[in-house]
């Protein structure tokens, strides 16, 4: 007979992590820390708290942490991407936790703003601590139905009728389109082989 984990899961109902909480076996139960009540259909498994919360909370054998905010203030993308992991990578230090971070492949530009400086030294937190962990830097998500990182090109549309020479940022610029479901097998994949310890893949 398998047996269940206790797994938890941030950013449960985003892009990513939406698709990730439908692949989990349907057995595991799954804490989905948010900070409202941002699930519409949870199952029997399925258990919001905050993270005001966690404490309350002795043990989780996998830690999946793919929350993140990419727009809005300086400090509101600190306290998101890097405060959070702060205190889940303690957290997971202090319970012997598996941890699995969603980064960004931005955070290995030279050139970074607020998103990508917060994603990476949220990196160097984990790479600090002595626990077992993976990071994965994702680059462009997209899916048959759904393509949120190029909504916000399409306002630039109507000058390329204008201005119809893209211009190339001043620096390496690499995309590799990705399948979200197709990284959403993946992330499982590494919960369930707990493999490629102590690695960041870039995918």
Same mark, same amino acid.
């Given at each position: 007979?398998?047996?269940?984990? &206790?797994?938890?899961?941030?950013? #449960?109902?985003?892009? !990513?992590?939406?698709?990730?909480?439908?692949?989990?076996? *349907? /057995?595991? +139960?799954?804490?989905?820390?948010?900070?409202?009540?941002?699930?519409?259909?949870?199952?029997?498994?399925?258990?919001?708290?905050?993270?005001?919360?966690?404490?309350?909370?002795?043990?989780?054998?996998?830690?999946?942490?793919?929350?993140?905010?990419?727009?809005?203030? &300086?400090?509101?993308?600190?306290? #998101?991407?890097?405060? !959070?992991?702060?205190?889940?990578?303690?957290?997971?230090? *202090? /319970?012997? +936790?598996?941890?699995?971070?969603?980064?960004?492949?931005?955070?290995?530009?030279?050139?970074?703003?607020?998103?990508?400086?917060?994603?990476?030294?949220?990196?160097?937190?984990?790479?600090?601590?002595?626990?077992?962990?993976?990071?994965?830097?994702?680059?462009?998500?997209?899916?048959?139905?759904?393509?949120?990182?190029?909504?916000?090109?399409?306002?630039?549309?109507?000058?390329?009728?204008?201005?119809?020479?893209?211009?190339?940022?001043?620096?390496?610029?690499?995309?590799?389109?990705?399948?979200?479901?197709?990284?959403?097998?993946?992330?499982?994949?590494?919960?369930?082989?707990?493999?490629?310890?102590?690695?960041?893949?870039?995918?």
């Amino acid at each position: 007979m398998e047996n269940k984990r &206790t797994i938890l899961l941030t950013g #449960s109902s985003g892009f !990513l992590g939406s698709r990730i909480l439908s692949k989990i076996n *349907k /057995n595991d +139960t799954v804490y989905l820390l948010s900070n409202k009540n941002t699930v519409s259909t949870l199952n029997p498994h399925h258990i919001q708290i905050t993270a005001d919360e966690l404490d309350d909370f002795a043990k989780f054998d996998t830690i999946i942490h793919c929350a993140g905010r990419t727009t809005g203030n &300086t400090k509101d993308i600190w306290e #998101s991407n890097y405060q !959070l992991t702060k205190k889940l990578v303690n957290f997971s230090k *202090k /319970n012997h +936790t598996y941890f699995l971070f969603i980064s960004t492949l931005n955070a290995g530009l030279n050139h970074k703003g607020p998103y990508e400086n917060s994603k990476y030294k949220a990196e160097r937190e984990l790479l600090n601590k002595d626990i077992d962990f993976v990071i994965i830097r994702p680059s462009y998500l997209f899916d048959a139905d759904n393509e949120p990182n190029l909504k916000k090109f399409r306002l630039f549309f109507p000058l390329f009728k204008i201005f119809p020479i893209l211009l190339i940022p001043p620096y390496e610029f690499l995309v590799q389109p990705l399948n979200v479901r197709d990284l959403a097998n993946f992330c499982v994949d590494r919960i369930n082989k707990k493999d490629y310890l102590g690695k960041i893949i870039e995918v």
